[in-house]
């Protein structure tokens, strides 16, 4: 049932009634009363026979008119002092009366109007007025067909409004059962709604969100697998060192098992350090600050080069780079995450570039000349813990890019890869400049 449409009924009904009495008033503010309009023109033979036969007669015979009209006519017609005939009208009704105009009254199918002003037909007639009843008035027709008339406006307006609501009735239900699936578990459902209804939208969001929400379970799943195997790796060799540990007797074995445990142990807490931070990462908001940037990329660089590292570092940072406004500690997070993934993956050179883009942009660029990454890798490699077969033995745990391209995001910019010119992956970042101070 279109419980829509049920609920709209009565609300354009009474939208229809009110604007009817609404036109009522309005029109008998601006133009007069329109039922009496309507007695007037229904008693158009009697205003007729009155002004332009009875108040044409000359004068002293304008009462042998009226005896002669009575004779003939179906209405009656009486002469009433003017005191009798101003009780029961209403004060407008009164006035007009006082001044000679005819008045009608609807519900009595009469009129009355004062013979003359100055006694002119005869003695005293200035004090009289007369009075014809029994008008052929009837007023009920005219509101029939007025109720007609706004019945059919009411037809006309609720046969669209029946099928628009049925089509939205619809596309409710859909989003309702839609909802109902997601709440069992099933986010593979999808809202279907027509694409000329106005709640395209809404379920173009809905499921748009329920993509995103199995994205982040499955990536919860996937991050969830891929600790539990990079934590397998450590836990294995620190329980195989400790069962060798009991068996030997030898102090330089143990001390050889003990070293090896402390190494374990250190990857292990690594592993966590990393997995904190991705986790802060995920549920973070920016503390912007203006800082820096160049003394900062400075600061970044040099870290690097104190590590002894053997490769060679070419850097190239523009001289109006400026300050900007976001979390330093997060910049230099993403800096430093980037240029040792070079570092440890190029064979013997990296470069680093800096500037600002004309199109209100920062661009940094970590360029090596490694094994590069293949096209079809180059957006898994900023999930956690992926890591690719080229990568070999290399230290790691898969989480440095995916930190780096998380806080990039948290900066309004983004992370991408391309072909370097040394031949090896190539990582550019861009945010803008809107940030700066």
């Not at 205003?47 to 004068?59: K, S, T």
Request: net charge neutral; proline share 5%; aromatic share 6%.
């Amino acid at each position: 049932m279109n419980r829509l449409f049920w609920r709209l009924l009565p609300l354009t009904l009474l939208a229809l009634l009110a604007a009817s009495a609404v036109l009522y008033l309005l029109f008998s503010r601006l133009y007069g009363d329109p039922l009496e309009d309507i007695a007037r023109r229904q008693a158009a033979a009697q205003l007729f026979v009155l002004e332009h036969y009875i108040d044409a007669a000359p004068r002293d015979e304008w009462l042998e008119r009226l005896n002669k009209v009575r004779e003939v006519s179906p209405q009656h017609y009486e002469l009433l002092p003017l005191d009798e005939a101003l009780q029961g009208l209403g004060s407008a009704q009164q006035q007009r009366l006082q001044a000679g105009t005819v008045v009608l009254d609807v519900a009595g199918r009469r009129l009355l109007r004062r013979v003359d002003l100055q006694g002119e037909r005869y003695v005293d007639s200035e004090r009289e007025v007369l009075r014809i009843s029994g008008l052929p008035i009837d007023v009920a027709q005219a509101l029939r067909q007025e109720a007609l008339r706004w019945g059919v406006v009411a037809l006309v307006l609720l046969v669209p409004l029946a099928l628009w609501s049925r089509l939205h009735w619809r596309g409710l239900l859909a989003l309702s059962s839609t909802a109902e699936a997601w709440g069992a578990g099933h986010l593979s459902a999808r809202a279907e709604t027509p694409a000329s209804t106005s709640l395209r939208p809404l379920a173009q969001g809905m499921n748009q969100m329920a993509e995103r929400l199995a994205g982040l379970l499955e990536g919860r799943r996937h991050l969830l697998h891929a600790v539990s195997h990079e934590l397998r790796t450590p836990i294995a060799r620190m329980g195989f060192d400790l069962e060798l540990l009991r068996d030997t007797d030898s102090p330089a074995e143990r001390h050889a098992r003990i070293d090896a445990l402390e190494r374990d142990l250190a990857q292990l807490q690594a592993l966590v350090t990393e997995l904190l931070s991705y986790s802060r990462l995920e549920q973070a908001q920016l503390q912007a600050e203006p800082f820096d940037l160049d003394a900062l990329l400075r600061q970044c660089l040099g870290a690097q080069e104190l590590e002894g590292t053997a490769r060679a570092l070419q850097v190239q940072i523009a001289p109006d780079i400026g300050r900007m406004c976001g979390d330093a500690h997060l910049v230099a997070r993403v800096v430093g995450n980037l240029l040792g993934n070079a570092l440890k993956y190029a064979r013997h050179q990296v470069r680093f570039s800096a500037r600002a883009l004309p199109a209100a942009q920062w661009e940094l660029r970590v360029e090596d000349d490694g094994p590069g990454i293949p096209e079809g890798e180059r957006q898994r490699v900023f999930e956690p813990f992926v890591r690719l077969p080229q990568t070999g033995n290399l230290p790691g745990h898969g989480l440095g890019l995916a930190i780096a391209a998380r806080g990039v995001a948290l900066h309004g910019g983004a992370i991408q890869i391309e072909k370097s010119a040394l031949g090896g992956a190539c990582l550019v970042v861009r945010w803008p400049r809107g940030g700066q101070a």
